[in-house]
Structure formats: C-alpha cells, structure tokens
C-alpha cells in the first residue's frame, strides 16, 4: 500500500514540476506596421490641409490578448498555450491606421475636438481553422462628425490564406488581412469626409 502512494507522490510531483515549453512570440507581417516604426506617435498631430480627424484608441474584444485565437467556427473559440503575439491585436490596427492616415492625401489627424471621430473596435484576429485555413481581421468602425452624425456604422473584414502549418505562416496571412483591411476602412473614411 505504501508503495502505491509513493507512485502516486512522485507522479503527482512530475506533474507539477515539469518543464513547460516556452512562449514563442509573433508580429504580423504587415507593410502598415512596418512604417508605423517610424511614423510620429498619435499624440503628434497631422500638419497640413485637409479634413481633420480624431483617432481615438482603438479598442479590442476582452478575448483577443496576447495569445493568438484560434476558432473553427462562429461558435468554437480557443487559445494557444505558447503561441502568442508580441503585442496586443488592438495596439497593431491602432499604429497601422495611424500610419495609413497620415498617408492618406484630404485626410489630417488631430487632437481638435471639433474634428470627426473615428472609433474602432478589433472583433476579430483570428487564425481559422476550417473549412479553410485563413488569418481573419474584423473591425467595427464608428465615423461621426463634429455634430455627432453617424458617417460610418459597419464591420469592415478581411481574410488571407495561411501558406501551411507552421505559426510564422499565421503571423505572414494575419500581416496581409491587417493591411487590407485597415486599407478598405481608410478608403471609406476618406470618402465618408470629403462627401459631407
């Protein structure tokens, strides 16, 4: 008897005193981001012409953190133990439409409060499972205007094909949907304040 709860000890210990793998860490791969390195942070103001705009922080679902999501369908959501990204889904839309809007020609970021406002909220930034294997970015997108009328009220998505079954592949296709899909919100965005 005493010999089984000796076992029963030492598997127990082996369990709590084993050697968990490490966290490995990924960034999209997106040309956005890339250039948001350089570009002056948020609290620089746009000099210039244009229609002045007001980026709040962009904001994201309590589900996407550090550790990259995975679904495999509406319903079925998960988390990797040790796969994680290096910063916050929310923190990258936030610099890539940073970075795209300084860019954008008829565009000009600023502080004023009489400025539009753009309010974006990341839904998605997932790596799908099936039925295909895809990198999926969802933002909800808020545009009002200095009198507070609503000039943009929709979820903007973007997919991009993961190449094959190795973590970097995901960060590579999650890169690809930011950047398309911030670069349709930019679009809309500009053509929302030059048409009211």
Do not use: H
């Not at 040309?31 to 210039?48: F, H, K, N, V, W």
């Not at 290096?86 to 000009?108: N, Q």
């Not at 294997?133 to 200095?146: F, M, N, P, Q, T």
């Amino acid at each position: 008897m005493r010999a089984g709860w000796i076992a029963v000890a030492l598997l127990a210990t082996g369990c709590l005193y084993r050697d968990a793998p490490e966290p490995r860490f990924f960034r999209p791969e997106s040309a956005l981001l890339e250039g948001s390195d350089r570009a002056p942070s948020a609290a620089a103001p746009s000099t210039g012409p244009g229609v002045a705009l007001r980026l709040r922080p962009v904001r994201g679902t309590p589900l996407l953190r550090e550790r990259i999501v995975w679904r495999t369908s509406s319903v079925e959501y998960g988390l990797y133990d040790q796969r994680r990204w290096s910063d916050l889904p929310a923190s990258y839309i936030e610099r890539a439409l940073e970075t795209a809007l300084r860019a954008t020609p008829g565009v000009r970021l600023t502080d004023e409060t009489v400025a539009a406002v753009l309010r974006v909220e990341v839904v998605a930034f997932d790596e799908v499972l099936a039925p295909a294997r895809v990198a999926a970015v969802s933002l909800v997108v808020k545009l009002s205007d200095g009198e507070r009328l609503r000039l943009i009220d929709r979820t903007f998505s973007a997919e991009a094909q993961i190449g094959n079954e190795a973590p970097a592949a995901t960060a590579v296709a999650m890169g690809k949907a930011l950047d398309e899909v911030v670069g349709a919100v930019v679009v809309a965005v500009r053509e929302a304040l030059q048409g009211r």
